[in-house]
């Protein structure tokens, strides 16, 4: 059975904006891009709202619905009460190009900051050879959609934008465990890790796990890990004494 429901909705441009309220009807089974869309096309036809998929699969739809940052094509409006308000702002954490849509090119440019799988001179594309353990340890990462929600929740950017230069935020920093991990990867990823990177920022508080749409685990999978292999190489007595020796 439809309803009309209260919608709250972010508009405005240029770092000037307000709430607006509206009334919309919304059909049995739809989700709140439904209703958005339903809002440009009766009552706001400029209402900006960045969306491709509608399946979960594209990671554009990313807003913040009742304060949380969630996908506006998977959020059910049967887990609302019909007589809520509900709340639709831009992720929190990147710059507001107009109303829902935000511009999220700072992912782009850490993403680009990550020097890509390196492999040994020696082997050549299609002699790589990996067990299987290998390649099941880093599928669950291959799975992120880029929505960039972890980036958008993660409080040591979302509340500090001074961090930003210094931060490649989970997502990222998930993308450098996935490349440590792979045994073809020559590359130096602890140092940079931690040193480039902000690995060191990260205190764990698993807010970035908490949202992310494919269920990664992110901090348990990815950054823990990372953090144990910084650390052990921080501290191996091998290393450090590697390390004395070639500085002389
Ligand atoms: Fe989105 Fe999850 Fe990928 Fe982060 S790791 S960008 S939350 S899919
Ligand atoms: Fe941020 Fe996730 Fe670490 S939310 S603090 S990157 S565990
Ligand atoms: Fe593609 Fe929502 S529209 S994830």
């Given at each position: 059975m439809g309803y009309k429901a209260k919608f709250r909705v972010w508009r405005g441009e240029g770092g000037e904006g307000r709430l607006e309220d509206f009334t919309v009807e919304v059909n049995e089974g739809e989700v709140v891009l439904d209703v958005i869309h339903r809002l440009q096309a009766t009552?706001?036809?400029?209402l900006a709202v960045r969306w491709n998929c509608?399946?979960?699969?594209?990671?554009?739809?990313?807003m913040e619905i009742n304060g949380k940052p969630r996908l506006g094509c998977m959020t059910r409006m049967s887990t609302f009460e019909e007589s809520e308000t509900i709340t639709v702002t831009p992720l929190r954490t990147f710059p507001v190009i107009k109303d829902l849509v935000t511009d999220v090119s700072f992912n782009y440019q850490k993403a680009r900051e990550i020097p890509s799988f390196t492999p040994p001179a020696d082997v050549k594309p299609g002699e790589y050879r990996m067990q299987q353990v290998d390649v099941e340890r880093s599928q669950e990462f291959?799975?992120?959609?880029?929505?960039?929600m972890c980036q958008n929740v993660c409080h040591v950017i979302r509340d500090h934008e001074e961090n930003k230069p210094n931060f490649a935020g989970p997502r990222y920093l998930m993308r450098i465990a996935e490349l440590d991990m792979h045994p073809y990867d020559v590359a130096d990823r602890k140092e940079s890790a931690q040193e480039e990177h902000g690995l060191g920022y990260c205190n764990i508080t698993k807010c970035c796990t908490e949202v992310c749409p494919e269920h990664i685990k992110i901090t348990d999978n990815a950054l823990i890990p990372m953090k144990e292999r910084v650390v052990d190489r921080k501290y191996d007595p091998l290393v450090w004494l590697g390390s004395k020796i070639f500085k002389r």
């Amino acid at each position: 059975m439809g309803y009309k429901a209260k919608f709250r909705v972010w508009r405005g441009e240029g770092g000037e904006g307000r709430l607006e309220d509206f009334t919309v009807e919304v059909n049995e089974g739809e989700v709140v891009l439904d209703v958005i869309h339903r809002l440009q096309a009766t009552q706001a036809p400029d209402l900006a709202v960045r969306w491709n998929c509608k399946a979960g699969k594209c990671g554009s739809c990313s807003m913040e619905i009742n304060g949380k940052p969630r996908l506006g094509c998977m959020t059910r409006m049967s887990t609302f009460e019909e007589s809520e308000t509900i709340t639709v702002t831009p992720l929190r954490t990147f710059p507001v190009i107009k109303d829902l849509v935000t511009d999220v090119s700072f992912n782009y440019q850490k993403a680009r900051e990550i020097p890509s799988f390196t492999p040994p001179a020696d082997v050549k594309p299609g002699e790589y050879r990996m067990q299987q353990v290998d390649v099941e340890r880093s599928q669950e990462f291959r799975k992120c959609i880029e929505c960039f929600m972890c980036q958008n929740v993660c409080h040591v950017i979302r509340d500090h934008e001074e961090n930003k230069p210094n931060f490649a935020g989970p997502r990222y920093l998930m993308r450098i465990a996935e490349l440590d991990m792979h045994p073809y990867d020559v590359a130096d990823r602890k140092e940079s890790a931690q040193e480039e990177h902000g690995l060191g920022y990260c205190n764990i508080t698993k807010c970035c796990t908490e949202v992310c749409p494919e269920h990664i685990k992110i901090t348990d999978n990815a950054l823990i890990p990372m953090k144990e292999r910084v650390v052990d190489r921080k501290y191996d007595p091998l290393v450090w004494l590697g390390s004395k020796i070639f500085k002389r």
